[in-house]
C-alpha cells in the first residue's frame, strides 16, 4: 500500500497500487505548532515527544529541547 501525505502530496511509504492518506513529519511538525502547548503536553509521552502512528517521534517544542 502506498501512503502519501494528505497535507502535501509527499509520498511516505511506498507500496502497491493501493493509496492511503498519513501525514510526513514536516506538516506533522507545522500542524503540532499550530495546536495549543496543553494538548500536546496531555499528549505526549514522558520524555516529551509526541508518537505519530507512522512511528515517528517529534518533540512538542523542539526549540527547548534542542537547547537543553
Ligand atoms: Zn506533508
Known sequence: MTVVCAWCGALIAPGGEQLSH?????CATDFM???????????ADPDGTVTLFSGHKLPIDPRSASSR
Open 22 to 26: 498519513g501525514i510526513c513529519v514536516s
Open 33 to 43: 505548532s499550530r495546536l495549543p502547548r496543553a494538548f500536546l503536553e496531555s499528549v
